[in-house]
Protein backbone atom coordinates (compact mmCIF):
# COMPACT_ATOMS: atom_id res chain seq x y z
CA UNK A 1 0.00 0.00 0.00
CA UNK A 2 1.43 3.58 -0.93
CA UNK A 3 1.85 6.10 1.24
CA UNK A 4 -0.78 9.00 2.10
CA UNK A 5 -0.06 12.21 -0.20
CA UNK A 6 -0.63 14.97 2.62
CA UNK A 7 -1.23 18.45 2.22
CA UNK A 8 -1.97 21.31 4.28
CA UNK A 9 -5.22 23.59 3.16
CA UNK A 10 -5.32 27.30 4.76
CA UNK A 11 -8.52 28.96 4.18
CA UNK A 12 -9.21 32.37 5.18
CA UNK A 13 -12.18 34.88 4.61
CA UNK A 14 -11.74 36.28 0.84
CA UNK A 15 -12.26 39.65 -0.69
CA UNK A 16 -14.19 41.22 -4.13
CA UNK A 17 -12.83 40.29 -7.14
CA UNK A 18 -12.12 44.49 -7.58
CA UNK A 19 -13.05 47.32 -6.30
CA UNK A 20 -15.93 47.82 -9.02
CA UNK A 21 -19.13 47.95 -7.39
CA UNK A 22 -21.00 44.93 -9.25
CA UNK A 23 -17.85 42.70 -8.09
CA UNK A 24 -18.12 44.12 -4.36
CA UNK A 25 -22.54 43.56 -4.72
CA UNK A 26 -21.42 40.04 -5.75
CA UNK A 27 -19.13 39.19 -3.13
CA UNK A 28 -21.37 40.57 -0.65
CA UNK A 29 -24.32 38.61 -1.92
CA UNK A 30 -22.32 35.40 -1.48
CA UNK A 31 -20.84 36.48 2.08
CA UNK A 32 -23.91 37.69 3.47
CA UNK A 33 -25.97 34.75 2.23
CA UNK A 34 -24.20 32.39 4.05
CA UNK A 35 -26.79 31.13 6.77
CA UNK A 36 -24.23 30.99 9.37
CA UNK A 37 -23.33 34.62 8.41
CA UNK A 38 -26.72 35.88 8.47
CA UNK A 39 -28.78 33.19 10.33
CA UNK A 40 -32.62 34.72 9.40
CA UNK A 41 -35.53 32.39 8.65
CA UNK A 42 -37.09 31.63 6.90
CA UNK A 43 -34.33 31.32 4.89
CA UNK A 44 -36.56 33.17 1.67
CA UNK A 45 -36.39 35.99 4.05
CA UNK A 46 -32.93 36.21 4.32
CA UNK A 47 -32.36 35.92 0.40
CA UNK A 48 -34.37 38.80 -0.07
CA UNK A 49 -32.70 40.97 2.63
CA UNK A 50 -29.45 40.16 1.34
CA UNK A 51 -29.82 40.43 -2.44
CA UNK A 52 -32.78 43.31 -2.86
CA UNK A 53 -31.80 45.74 0.37
CA UNK A 54 -28.12 45.17 2.29
CA UNK A 55 -26.01 44.16 -0.60
CA UNK A 56 -27.50 46.80 -3.00
CA UNK A 57 -27.28 49.20 -0.79
CA UNK A 58 -23.89 48.83 0.95
CA UNK A 59 -22.33 47.83 -2.09
CA UNK A 60 -21.28 51.41 -3.35
CA UNK A 61 -19.97 52.67 0.27
CA UNK A 62 -18.19 48.86 0.42
CA UNK A 63 -16.92 49.58 -2.88
CA UNK A 64 -15.05 52.91 -1.63
CA UNK A 65 -13.90 51.75 1.52
CA UNK A 66 -12.38 48.30 -0.52
CA UNK A 67 -10.78 51.27 -2.81
CA UNK A 68 -9.11 52.90 0.39
CA UNK A 69 -6.85 50.04 1.03
CA UNK A 70 -6.34 47.77 -2.34
CA UNK A 71 -3.12 47.74 -3.49
CA UNK A 72 -1.61 47.41 -7.10
CA UNK A 73 -1.40 43.68 -6.65
CA UNK A 74 -5.22 42.80 -5.40
CA UNK A 75 -6.92 42.68 -1.77
CA UNK A 76 -4.39 43.09 0.76
CA UNK A 77 -5.82 40.44 2.64
CA UNK A 78 -5.44 37.88 -0.56
CA UNK A 79 -1.98 38.91 -1.24
CA UNK A 80 -1.00 38.97 2.56
CA UNK A 81 -2.76 35.20 2.64
CA UNK A 82 -0.80 34.00 -0.30
CA UNK A 83 2.37 35.07 1.05
CA UNK A 84 1.62 33.23 4.09
CA UNK A 85 1.27 29.77 1.29
CA UNK A 86 4.43 30.74 -0.25
CA UNK A 87 6.62 31.40 2.98
CA UNK A 88 4.89 28.16 4.52
CA UNK A 89 5.29 26.40 1.60
CA UNK A 90 8.88 26.84 1.62
CA UNK A 91 9.16 26.22 5.81
CA UNK A 92 7.55 22.39 4.83
CA UNK A 93 9.83 21.82 1.94
CA UNK A 94 8.99 18.66 0.64
CA UNK A 95 6.93 17.15 3.53
CA UNK A 96 3.76 18.69 2.60
CA UNK A 97 2.23 21.16 -0.21
CA UNK A 98 0.36 23.91 0.68
CA UNK A 99 -2.46 25.11 -0.44
CA UNK A 100 -4.70 28.47 -0.39
CA UNK A 101 -8.67 28.97 -0.57
CA UNK A 102 -10.91 31.65 0.46
CA UNK A 103 -14.43 31.23 2.11
CA UNK A 104 -15.63 33.90 0.05
CA UNK A 105 -14.39 34.66 -3.65
CA UNK A 106 -11.21 33.40 -5.12
CA UNK A 107 -9.34 31.24 -5.24
CA UNK A 108 -13.09 29.20 -4.23
CA UNK A 109 -12.83 25.99 -1.83
CA UNK A 110 -14.42 23.92 -4.62
CA UNK A 111 -12.07 24.84 -7.32
CA UNK A 112 -9.11 24.16 -4.54
CA UNK A 113 -10.26 20.69 -3.49
CA UNK A 114 -10.28 19.79 -7.46
CA UNK A 115 -7.20 20.78 -7.84
CA UNK A 116 -6.05 18.71 -4.62
CA UNK A 117 -7.80 15.61 -6.02
CA UNK A 118 -5.91 16.07 -8.98
CA UNK A 119 -2.65 16.21 -7.61
CA UNK A 120 -3.02 12.94 -6.04
CA UNK A 121 -3.43 14.39 -2.22
CA UNK A 122 -5.21 12.02 0.25
CA UNK A 123 -4.86 13.45 3.48
CA UNK A 124 -5.91 17.12 4.28
CA UNK A 125 -5.25 19.58 7.36
CA UNK A 126 -7.11 22.33 7.15
CA UNK A 127 -6.24 25.41 9.19
CA UNK A 128 -9.45 27.74 9.11
CA UNK A 129 -7.36 31.40 9.58
CA UNK A 130 -9.69 32.29 12.86
CA UNK A 131 -8.06 32.25 16.23
CA UNK A 132 -11.44 31.51 17.63
CA UNK A 133 -14.83 29.81 16.92
CA UNK A 134 -17.80 31.78 15.87
CA UNK A 135 -20.44 30.28 13.31
CA UNK A 136 -19.83 32.92 11.27
CA UNK A 137 -16.21 32.39 10.77
CA UNK A 138 -14.37 29.44 11.79
CA UNK A 139 -17.47 27.34 11.62
CA UNK A 140 -18.83 28.05 8.11
CA UNK A 141 -15.05 27.55 6.86
CA UNK A 142 -14.96 23.69 8.08
CA UNK A 143 -18.75 22.98 7.34
CA UNK A 144 -18.20 24.38 3.35
CA UNK A 145 -15.10 22.68 3.22
CA UNK A 146 -16.98 19.14 4.44
CA UNK A 147 -19.64 19.69 2.23
CA UNK A 148 -17.26 20.48 -1.13
CA UNK A 149 -15.25 17.50 0.10
CA UNK A 150 -17.99 15.12 -0.16
CA UNK A 151 -19.15 16.57 -3.05
CA UNK A 152 -16.25 16.55 -5.01
CA UNK A 153 -13.60 14.20 -3.00
CA UNK A 154 -15.07 12.04 -0.98
CA UNK A 155 -11.61 9.59 -0.68
CA UNK A 156 -10.15 12.35 1.06
CA UNK A 157 -9.80 12.60 4.69
CA UNK A 158 -9.76 15.89 6.26
CA UNK A 159 -8.55 16.95 9.97
CA UNK A 160 -9.10 20.56 11.32
CA UNK A 161 -7.19 22.73 13.40
CA UNK A 162 -9.08 23.90 16.55
CA UNK A 163 -9.47 27.50 17.44
CA UNK A 164 -5.89 28.36 19.02
CA UNK A 165 -7.03 31.32 20.13
CA UNK A 166 -5.56 30.34 23.87
CA UNK A 167 -2.03 28.53 22.63
CA UNK A 168 0.72 29.39 24.01
CA UNK A 169 3.04 29.68 20.96
CA UNK A 170 0.21 31.37 19.23
CA UNK A 171 -0.12 34.02 22.07
CA UNK A 172 3.62 34.44 21.49
CA UNK A 173 3.83 35.03 18.66
CA UNK A 174 0.46 37.80 19.19
CA UNK A 175 3.66 39.31 21.39
CA UNK A 176 6.35 38.86 19.19
CA UNK A 177 4.78 41.40 16.45
CA UNK A 178 2.92 43.47 19.25
CA UNK A 179 6.40 44.13 21.31
CA UNK A 180 8.22 47.11 19.49
CA UNK A 181 4.73 48.20 19.61
CA UNK A 182 4.26 47.73 22.96
CA UNK A 183 7.56 49.25 24.17
CA UNK A 184 6.61 52.87 22.60
CA UNK A 185 5.26 55.35 24.95
CA UNK A 186 1.52 55.05 24.85
CA UNK A 187 -1.36 55.38 27.99
CA UNK A 188 -3.95 52.42 26.93
CA UNK A 189 -4.63 49.67 24.92
CA UNK A 190 -7.30 48.95 22.98
CA UNK A 191 -8.45 45.32 21.87
CA UNK A 192 -10.76 45.24 18.91
CA UNK A 193 -12.32 42.53 17.86
CA UNK A 194 -14.59 41.32 15.11
CA UNK A 195 -18.26 41.83 16.53
CA UNK A 196 -21.28 39.10 16.40
CA UNK A 197 -24.46 39.00 17.50
CA UNK A 198 -25.21 37.99 21.19
CA UNK A 199 -27.93 35.75 20.02
CA UNK A 200 -24.73 33.83 18.30
CA UNK A 201 -23.24 33.28 21.59
CA UNK A 202 -26.70 31.54 23.14
CA UNK A 203 -27.05 29.79 20.06
CA UNK A 204 -23.56 28.24 20.76
CA UNK A 205 -24.46 27.22 24.06
CA UNK A 206 -25.58 23.53 24.03
CA UNK A 207 -26.79 23.90 27.44
CA UNK A 208 -28.73 26.93 27.13
CA UNK A 209 -27.61 27.71 30.52
CA UNK A 210 -24.63 29.78 30.51
CA UNK A 211 -23.66 32.36 27.78
CA UNK A 212 -24.57 35.49 29.06
CA UNK A 213 -27.02 33.61 31.41
CA UNK A 214 -24.04 32.91 34.39
CA UNK A 215 -22.33 35.91 36.05
CA UNK A 216 -18.63 36.64 34.53
CA UNK A 217 -19.87 33.98 32.07
CA UNK A 218 -16.51 34.21 29.99
CA UNK A 219 -14.52 33.61 33.19
CA UNK A 220 -16.60 30.76 34.61
CA UNK A 221 -15.43 27.66 33.34
CA UNK A 222 -17.66 25.89 31.33
CA UNK A 223 -17.79 22.96 28.44
CA UNK A 224 -19.73 25.82 26.88
CA UNK A 225 -16.51 27.89 26.36
CA UNK A 226 -15.11 25.40 23.02
CA UNK A 227 -17.75 27.15 21.10
CA UNK A 228 -18.13 30.58 22.59
CA UNK A 229 -16.52 33.44 20.83
CA UNK A 230 -16.52 36.24 23.16
CA UNK A 231 -14.98 33.56 25.93
CA UNK A 232 -11.83 33.11 23.77
CA UNK A 233 -11.62 36.41 23.23
CA UNK A 234 -10.97 36.89 26.32
CA UNK A 235 -8.65 34.49 26.73
CA UNK A 236 -6.84 35.49 24.40
CA UNK A 237 -6.85 38.96 25.51
CA UNK A 238 -6.07 37.79 28.89
CA UNK A 239 -2.91 35.53 27.76
CA UNK A 240 -1.71 38.78 25.86
CA UNK A 241 -2.01 41.30 28.38
CA UNK A 242 0.10 38.88 30.90
CA UNK A 243 2.58 38.09 28.39
CA UNK A 244 2.63 41.66 27.72
CA UNK A 245 2.64 42.88 31.46
CA UNK A 246 0.35 45.36 30.86
CA UNK A 247 -1.38 46.76 33.82
CA UNK A 248 -4.47 46.74 34.52
CA UNK A 249 -6.81 49.79 33.79
CA UNK A 250 -4.31 50.46 31.01
CA UNK A 251 -6.13 47.83 28.41
CA UNK A 252 -10.08 47.42 27.54
CA UNK A 253 -11.91 44.82 24.80
CA UNK A 254 -13.93 46.13 22.01
CA UNK A 255 -16.00 45.32 19.41
CA UNK A 256 -16.05 46.62 15.96
CA UNK A 257 -18.03 45.44 12.84
CA UNK A 258 -21.79 45.31 13.79
CA UNK A 259 -25.34 45.44 11.29
CA UNK A 260 -28.03 46.87 12.74
CA UNK A 261 -31.45 45.02 13.60
CA UNK A 262 -30.35 43.60 16.99
CA UNK A 263 -27.72 43.86 19.76
CA UNK A 264 -24.04 43.25 19.29
CA UNK A 265 -21.45 42.66 21.34
CA UNK A 266 -20.12 45.57 23.18
CA UNK A 267 -19.09 48.04 23.67
CA UNK A 268 -18.59 48.87 20.32
CA UNK A 269 -15.11 50.06 19.49
CA UNK A 270 -16.33 53.32 17.40
CA UNK A 271 -17.92 54.80 20.63
CA UNK A 272 -15.11 53.83 22.78
CA UNK A 273 -12.36 55.43 20.46
CA UNK A 274 -15.07 58.40 20.85
CA UNK A 275 -14.96 58.84 24.81
CA UNK A 276 -10.72 57.83 25.19
CA UNK A 277 -9.76 61.40 24.68
CA UNK A 278 -12.25 62.60 27.41
CA UNK A 279 -11.02 59.86 29.86
CA UNK A 280 -7.64 60.76 29.65
CA UNK A 281 -6.59 57.96 27.26
CA UNK A 282 -5.25 60.57 24.06
CA UNK A 283 -2.09 57.74 23.64
CA UNK A 284 -3.48 54.71 22.43
CA UNK A 285 -2.42 51.46 20.83
CA UNK A 286 -5.33 49.09 19.25
CA UNK A 287 -4.70 45.71 18.47
CA UNK A 288 -7.14 43.15 16.18
CA UNK A 289 -6.82 39.72 17.33
CA UNK A 290 -9.62 38.12 15.76
CA UNK A 291 -7.58 38.68 12.34
CA UNK A 292 -4.59 37.05 11.56
CA UNK A 293 -4.12 39.27 8.11
CA UNK A 294 -4.60 43.26 7.81
CA UNK A 295 -8.02 43.44 5.64
CA UNK A 296 -10.84 45.66 5.42
CA UNK A 297 -11.49 45.49 9.21
CA UNK A 298 -8.39 46.81 10.32
CA UNK A 299 -6.75 48.72 7.83
CA UNK A 300 -10.21 51.00 6.91
CA UNK A 301 -12.34 50.69 9.74
CA UNK A 302 -9.96 50.69 12.07
CA UNK A 303 -6.97 52.15 10.97
CA UNK A 304 -8.41 54.66 9.11
CA UNK A 305 -11.66 56.08 10.07
CA UNK A 306 -11.00 54.98 13.62
CA UNK A 307 -7.98 56.97 14.07
CA UNK A 308 -9.68 59.81 12.27
CA UNK A 309 -12.37 59.08 15.05
CA UNK A 310 -9.99 59.46 17.68
CA UNK A 311 -8.06 62.58 16.53
CA UNK A 312 -11.61 64.43 16.06
CA UNK A 313 -12.43 63.55 19.90
CA UNK A 314 -9.14 65.29 21.12
CA UNK A 315 -6.70 62.16 21.25
CA UNK A 316 -3.18 62.42 19.98
CA UNK A 317 -1.69 59.69 18.86
CA UNK A 318 -3.13 56.65 17.28
CA UNK A 319 -1.21 53.23 16.80
CA UNK A 320 -2.55 50.38 14.97
CA UNK A 321 -0.51 47.45 15.59
CA UNK A 322 -0.60 45.04 12.74
CA UNK A 323 -1.69 41.55 12.53
CA UNK A 324 0.41 38.72 12.44
CA UNK A 325 0.05 38.52 8.70
CA UNK A 326 3.28 36.93 7.26
CA UNK A 327 5.33 37.53 9.92
CA UNK A 328 8.16 35.33 11.04
CA UNK A 329 6.41 34.41 14.26
CA UNK A 330 3.16 33.11 12.55
CA UNK A 331 4.72 31.68 9.76
CA UNK A 332 6.75 29.59 12.66
CA UNK A 333 3.47 28.80 14.45
CA UNK A 334 1.80 27.25 11.01
CA UNK A 335 4.38 25.18 10.67
CA UNK A 336 4.76 23.76 14.22
CA UNK A 337 1.21 23.14 14.07
CA UNK A 338 1.47 21.50 10.94
CA UNK A 339 4.52 19.14 11.82
CA UNK A 340 3.30 17.71 14.91
CA UNK A 341 0.12 17.01 12.69
CA UNK A 342 2.44 15.19 10.21
CA UNK A 343 4.03 13.54 13.09
CA UNK A 344 0.71 12.10 13.91
CA UNK A 345 -1.00 14.45 16.61
CA UNK A 346 -3.77 16.48 17.20
CA UNK A 347 -7.38 14.97 17.09
CA UNK A 348 -10.14 16.00 14.41
CA UNK A 349 -12.16 19.53 15.56
CA UNK A 350 -15.41 17.37 15.15
CA UNK A 351 -14.54 14.91 18.19
CA UNK A 352 -13.46 17.86 20.26
CA UNK A 353 -16.71 19.91 19.14
CA UNK A 354 -18.74 16.68 19.90
CA UNK A 355 -17.17 16.17 23.12
CA UNK A 356 -18.23 19.46 24.19
CA UNK A 357 -21.63 19.45 22.98
CA UNK A 358 -21.95 16.67 25.02
CA UNK A 359 -20.62 17.54 28.03
CA UNK A 360 -22.78 21.11 27.61
CA UNK A 361 -25.74 18.85 27.36
CA UNK A 362 -24.94 16.99 30.63
Wanted: aromatic share 10%; hydrophobic share 40%; proline share 7%.
Amino acid sequence: MSSPKRAILLVNLGSPASTDVPDVRNYLREFLGDERVIDIKPRWLAWVLVNWVIAPTRAPKSAKAYREVWQPEGSPLVITSKSVRTKLASALGADAPVYLAMRYGQPSIANVITQMLADGVTEVLLFPQYPHYAMSSWETVEVKVFEEAARIAPSIKFTTVLPFYQDADYIEALHTVSKPYFDQPHDFVLFSYHGIPVRHLRKGDASNAHCTLVPDCCNTCSAAHAMCYKAQITKTTQALVKRAGLADGKWAIAFQSRLAGEPWLSPYTDKELETLPAAGKKNILVLTPAFVSDCLETLEEIAGEGKEDFLHAGGEKFQHVPCLNDSAAYIGFLESRVRAWLGGASPTSTQRLESARTLAAV
